[in-house]
């Protein structure tokens, strides 16, 4: 069975993408092959930090492997949080002052339209991918809601009224910018095995 490796540091995210995959492919994480430093992440743009965090495993484990990013782009602040999504309002990465720093910025605003972005890079055989998954919405006036994380209590999406937040995972899952850009993986995956 072919081993890739999901460089990810997240141990659920490993889990949850073994339900897809675990049949297929041996999935392995970031530990299991003993790479525990930090991975630099310093590009602009979430796919560009999505590529850059696939090719450090490549070149310094020689594994296949995928990764993968996701920010917050919020329209009338041309984009932000994007890349800087967990640490908006500084390094301790705190949900809740990230969104009430978002919050702020669009006191006055009439334009609250957002999208969460994900992306992910495969690197297999020496060949680059990505897939990418969307989901329209837009910033509620407050905070509603306790499921989830990080945005998940102010983000609306499309052709809902309520937040991620007001939402079951299983809900939530359906229509997720991950899970969409999971699905292209697997079905790229499960035609090339
Ligand atoms: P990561 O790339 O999955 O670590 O996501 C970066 C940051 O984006 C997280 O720390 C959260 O602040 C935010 N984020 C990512 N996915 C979600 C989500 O599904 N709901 C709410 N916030 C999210």
């Keep these: 069975m072919e081993t890739l490796i999901f460089a990810t540091g997240n141990a659920h995210k490993v889990r949850e993408i073994k339900k897809y995959l675990g049949e297929s492919y041996n999935i392995k994480s970031l530990q299991d092959i003993g790479c525990i430093e930090d991975i630099p992440e310093t590009s602009p743009t979430i796919e560009g930090n999505a590529l850059q965090k696939a090719r450090y495993v490549v070149q310094h484990y020689q594994v296949d492997c995928f990764s993968e990013d996701t920010g917050l782009e919020i329209e009338a602040l041309n984009g932000e949080p ?3 999504s967990a640490r908006y309002a500084g390094p301790e990465r705190s949900a809740a002052a990230n969104m009430t720093k978002v919050l702020k910025k669009l006191e ?3 334009n609250r339209k957002a999208r969460f ?3 992910i890079a495969l690197i297999q055989g020496g060949k680059e991918y990505t ?6 919405g837009h910033i509620a006036f407050s905070p509603k809601g306790s499921e989830g994380f990080g945005y998940d209590p102010i983000f609306i999406p499309e052709q809902e009224n309520r937040t991620f937040a007001e939402m079951g995972l299983t809900e939530k899952n359906k229509i997720s910018h991950r899970a969409r850009a999971v699905d292209k993986l697997v079905q790229h995956l499960n035609l090339n095995t």
Aim: overall charge neutral; aromatic content about 14%.
């Design 82 to 84: 994007g890349v800087f």
């Design 108 to 110: 006055g605003r009439s």
């Design 131 to 136: 897939f990418e998954g969307i989901v329209e």
């Design 117 to 119: 972005k994900t992306v």
